[in-house]
Nanobody
Framework: QVQLVESGGGLVQPGGSLRLSCTPS????????MAWYRQAPGKRRELVAR???????NYPDSVKGRFTISRDNAKNSVDLQMNALKPEDSAVYYC?????????WGQGTQVTVSS
């Protein structure tokens, strides 16, 4: 069984930074898109960053200019650099990958932004 493994979550003060990482437990063939989603209690899961194999990225307005997604295609890994964090960024962050018709999700890593 292959799964995505996230790391780097934790508690950070408002305005602080955090870097999340995601790596498959085993090599995954044919990943085209990798992304980060987040879900706060009582809210829908939302996309926070996406990157395709060619390097094009997408961000919602809520994180644009503060978050940066990057990937290493050779390792099928993806990172999310989060700067200027706000309390509203608090959520469980999930790594996501698409490989043809296959979808992979991580188990999530908690990010809490609080003083």
């Amino acid at each position: 069984q292959v799964q995505l493994v996230e790391s780097g979550g934790g508690l950070v003060q408002p305005g602080g930074s955090l870097r999340l990482s995601c790596t498959p437990s085993r090599s995954i063939f044919g990943i085209s898109t990798m992304a980060w989603y987040r879900q706060a209690p009582g809210k829908r899961r939302e996309l926070v960053a996406r990157i395709i194999s060619g390097g094009n990225t997408n961000y919602p307005d809520s994180v644009k200019g503060r978050f940066t997604i990057s990937r290493d295609n050779a390792k099928n890994s993806v990172d999310l650099q989060m700067n200027a964090l706000k309390p509203e960024d608090s959520a469980v962050y999930y790594c996501y990958a698409i490989a043809d018709l296959r979808q992979y999700w991580g188990q999530g890593t908690q990010v809490t932004v609080s003083s």
